[in-house]
């Protein structure tokens, strides 16, 4: 599938005009169409780093707020030129920091919010709205209304289904207009918020536009690891339906890891887990820490303490230790690991290592690596008395919009009880900022 | 966790596909069916998250109920699981209506309609509805017919049936059955529900042949000698007298899932996963397959029933003396036939198919047996070697085993057959869900890959056609023949194959 325009140019009209334009669209022709009873989507499109890309002449245009192959090659290139560690993932806000320094003024068209994914507008959202902000804090609010269908091939029938609206500007002319984004969401519809964007931009902005029971779309590798957490937690906490595109990117990690402890033989050692260890890229360390979450909920364990650890440049990993339902202690480590060819999003997992040590049987070493880079250092030394069970976790190859519209084709009003529980432990795990 | 009986690990995982917001309309909501599987499947799969929260269940019968009857009779029916997660239940609940209707009364569908407008307006389930016709056969053609009259299946992408079976008594009503719902709805909205194929072992069947190489090689006339299929029950009739003496063993379990499993058994591998290409390729080897004795169907078909047995402790009556049946009932419960399916794969290769009621185990398999080497350069243990068997066992103890000969130890070389086994248990160790709750969801989902085609379908009873025919007018030709309740079927079924030099697999 690929993306698609809106149905027609959208029209440029003055914000306070657009409330009755999509009166009128409505009243006119698209009460009956099957957009009318679907859910409003917000989406916060910042596209730093596409628009600093394009603007230092490393892109080309137009705007489209996709993170397509080219602007993934294109980011891949600025990181050795612009003196970041190997290491460094293409949607690290530092790359787009340095972008950020750097002279250009080149322009494409955006069409941010125009551009609509052909896997979410299948589904037909009633209502589009996207906040564009642009590079230039100054620019003064255009606010965008059009009438949109997915091609008849994607579900669409050709006539319009919903509408899309745009509102571009500087954060600030954003900020200043966000009271005419409320009255815009069907109060009686579902309404997803997706803050594509750092969850260390604009809280107040993020806090504004997805109270509940909205449900939220995040992703937690992106933002301060602190920040990203305590955000999960607190709104789980106040019973919102929070969905973490960093949680759900686990999938082939969680699935690989259960597979190895179907058969019922290998069971009971989940209940002799002595130590695991979690490698991943760079330095963001919440992903490895949701899974090792997910795992301590999953197996009962209660964690004890949490600490730094040093480690050989890559800044610091995290020691913690667990204690079983049995009282044995399990030992737990997050090393972050150079790689070479980073993957798209911040702390990407390596590899990871479960030790279990059943009475009166040989050690289980269970070690999952990811597809592209090896796991050496989890696969050295001391395991030669071990049965081994060892897997290649497959990369999960789905686009952010993909992972989104797969929430959209059947959300819940509530958080996933797993990932509910696991965003605790991982809060506590993260050691305290020094 | 002191003992860990399930995968702590696994929980949750299931969640990959989930259910479009819709609203599930279930005709014939005050009958056995609904409680006993549809309901708990759909419970289920809210218990699996795997519901969005813009969900509705709209029970549809005649009794005039409201929604609070109707979900305290669920509640009432589900108690036992309802205990164990008694929440989920209270937010399932919420989504559960009810609306009297009647499939025959064109009023009352359009009162349905508007009831649907309102659960849209209530549970924003997105105007997409799935339409589950659980009412007496009778009402497949009028129910749809009624459906499309008052609207509620024009939009294909939003609306689809899913009719249970038998669908049709035979190829020219199936045929007409066809014509009917075909003419109300598109092909890709009516789903033709075959609970066999919502078993995992059944499609296990796909997975084993298609995902390995090893075996699709010797998938083949080359090597295979005969397949047998079997579908063993210990039950009776049960309280299904009414249906079942109309219908038999052949229409009851052969013509439908005994016929899918051969198909699945025998197809050629699809080009690509999904439902149009494999449901293709089901139809074309069952358009392939024949009788084995098309002229003279008797002589490759045996019918039984079930007389009295068991023991003096616990006496089993015979089919003739059980409740509602006739006591002079010529209603066949066992059937054993041949076929053969004329394609380059598997011409000559005789395909055995046996059903019953009251043998002496609960049990489905598929049995491949390969052609015997060439030359017997071993003295074998048993007299002569065994021939390797490919045995999928469908129900219970689910899995796969592979009958070989290896060097029975001591100073000889004497050949012994060992067994090399696959169970879902010991792999797995998870109880699969039921089928129902696999192919609700294949509805729900609009995924028919899973369900019969009009083809198929047609093609399954006119493979049937001349044993319907004989059975119709010159029954005396293919008479039942009594077997004693608990052993395997009258003698008559292993003449068929002991003609052929062979015998049953005794599981």
């Given at each position: 599938m690929s993306a698609q325009l809106t149905l027609q140019a959208p029209t440029a009209l003055p914000p306070r005009e657009v409330p009755s334009y999509l009166e009128r669209l409505w009243g006119e022709g698209l009460q009956h169409s099957t957009g009318a009873a679907t859910f409003t989507l917000v989406v916060y499109e910042a596209s730093w780093l596409q628009q600093q890309l394009i603007r230092t002449g490393r892109a080309s245009g137009p705007l489209t707020g996709l993170l397509e192959d080219d602007l993934i090659a294109a980011a891949k290139l600025a990181v050795p030129e612009l003196g970041l560690p190997l290491s460094t993932a293409v949607m690290d806000q530092r790359l787009a920091w340095q972008l950020g320094q750097q002279p250009g003024a080149a322009a494409a068209e955006d069409q941010r919010g125009q551009f609509v994914d052909a896997a979410i507008s299948a589904h037909m959202p009633r209502r589009l709205i996207t906040l564009a902000p642009t590079l230039n804090h100054a620019q003064p609010l255009e606010t965008l209304v059009a009438a949109y269908c997915p091609l008849p091939e994607e579900g669409g029938g050709g006539a319009a289904c919903g509408d899309v609206v745009v509102l571009r500007g500087g954060r600030q002319a954003l900020r200043d207009n966000l009271a005419m984004v409320q009255p815009l969401i069907a109060a009686d519809l579902p309404c997803w918020v997706w803050w594509?964007?750092?969850?260390?931009?604009?809280p107040d902005l993020l806090e504004a536009l997805a109270p509940a029971p909205r449900r939220l779309v995040v992703d937690s590798s992106l933002g301060q690891p602190r920040r990203c957490i305590d955000l999960l937690v607190e709104r789980i906490a106040a019973g919102q339906a929070v969905n973490d595109l960093n949680w759900l990117r686990l999938r082939t990690w969680r699935e690989s890891l259960a597979m190895v402890f179907d058969p019922p033989a290998r069971r009971d050692a989940l209940a002799s887990v002595v130590q695991l260890d979690i490698d991943v890229e760079g330095d963001h360390p919440l992903k490895g820490l949701l899974l090792a979450a997910w795992i301590a909920d999953r197996l009962g364990w209660q964690l004890q303490e949490s600490y730094p650890v040093e480690t050989d440049g890559m800044g610091p990993g995290i020691g913690a230790s667990f204690q079983r339902s049995d009282g044995q202690a399990v030992q737990f480590r997050l090393m972050p690991v150079p790689v070479g060819s980073p993957k798209i999003h911040p702390g990407a997992l390596v590899g990871l290592r479960l030790i279990c040590a059943p009475a009166g049987r040989p050690p289980l070493c269970v070690i999952l690596c990811s597809e592209s880079g090896g796991c050496m250092r989890l696969e050295a030394g001391g395991m030669a008395s071990m049965e081994l069970a060892e897997d290649v976790v497959p990369l999960p190859n789905e686009s952010e919009e993909k992972e989104l519209a797969r929430l959209l084709s059947g959300g819940h009003d509530t958080t996933n009880p797993l990932l509910a529980a696991a965003a605790p432990i991982a809060a506590r795990l993260l050691p305290p900022q020094p | 966790m002191d003992a860990v009986l399930t995968n702590p690990l696994r929980v949750g995982l299931r969640q990959e596909r989930v259910i479009p917001p819709q609203c599930i309309v279930i005709f014939g909501a005050s009958g056995d069916l609904t409680h006993r599987k549809l309901i708990p499947a759909l419970f289920e799969l809210h218990r699996q998250r795997r519901l969005p929260s813009e969900f509705g269940v709209l029970g549809c019968a005649r009794r005039p109920w409201s929604d609070a009857d109707f979900r305290s009779r669920m509640e009432e029916a589900l108690a036992d699981t309802i205990a164990s997660d008694p929440q989920a239940w209270e937010c399932f609940a919420a989504g559960l209506f009810y609306e009297p209707a009647d499939l025959s009364d064109p009023a009352s569908i359009v009162r349905l309609g508007q009831r649907l407008d309102s659960i849209d307006r209530l549970r924003a389930t997105r105007g997409n509805r799935t339409f589950y016709l659980s009412v007496s056969p009778t009402f497949y053609g009028s129910g749809t017919r009624a459906l499309a009259a008052a609207g509620l299946l024009a939009d294909s992408e939003r609306s689809r049936v899913v009719i249970e079976k038998p669908f049709g008594t035979d190829y020219a009503s199936a045929q007409t059955l066809n014509k009917v719902v075909q003419s109300c709805a598109k092909e890709n909205q009516i789903f033709r529900i075959d609970h066999y194929l919502g078993k995992e072992t059944v499609q296990n069947i796909l997975v084993l042949r298609f995902a390995n190489t090893i075996f699709e090689p010797v998938w083949n006339r080359n090597y295979i000698a005969n397949v047998q299929i079997t579908a063993a029950e210990t039950v009776g009739v049960e309280e299904r007298a009414g249906y079942y003496e109309s219908s038999g063993a052949l229409r009851d379990m052969v013509q439908n899932h005994l016929t899918q499993i051969l198909a699945l058994t025998a197809m050629e591998p699809p080009g690509r996963f999904d439902a149009e290409a494999i449901r293709n390729e089901k139809a074309k080897v069952l358009q392939a397959a024949r009788l084995a004795n098309e002229s003279e169907p008797w002589k490759c078909c045996v019918r039984g029933q079930y007389g009295a047995g068991g023991s003096s402790v616990s006496p089993i009556p015979g089919y003739r003396q059980e409740p509602g049946v006739d006591p002079n009932s010529t209603t066949e419960t066992y059937v054993a036939t041949k076929l053969f399916i004329d394609n380059w794969r598997w011409q000559g290769v005789p395909f055995y198919v046996r059903t019953g009621k009251r043998l002496p185990k609960r049990l489905s398999e598929v049995v491949l047996t390969f052609r015997e080497a060439p030359v017997h350069l071993f003295d074998a243990a048993g007299g002569a070697p065994t021939p390797n068997q490919l045995i999928l066992r469908i129900q219970p103890d689910e899995g796969a085993n592979i009958r070989f000969e290896v060097k029975a130890p001591g100073s000889g070389m004497r050949s012994r057959p060992v067994d090399m086994a696959f169970s879902y248990d010991e792999s797995f160790g998870e109880p699969s869900d039921e089928g129902y709750v696999r192919l609700l969801a294949d509805a729900m989902l609009g995924d028919p890959t899973l369900f019969t085609r009009s083809d198929e379908v047609e093609a399954a009873w006119r493979l049937y056609t001349p044993l319907l025919e004989l059975i119709e007018d010159a029954p005396w030709q293919l008479p039942v023949q009594p077997y004693e309740a608990r052993t395997w079927g009258p003698a008559a079924a292993d003449s068929l194959l002991a003609d052929d030099g062979l015998v049953w697999r005794r599981p």
């Open positions: 594509n964007s750092s969850l260390d931009e604009a | -």
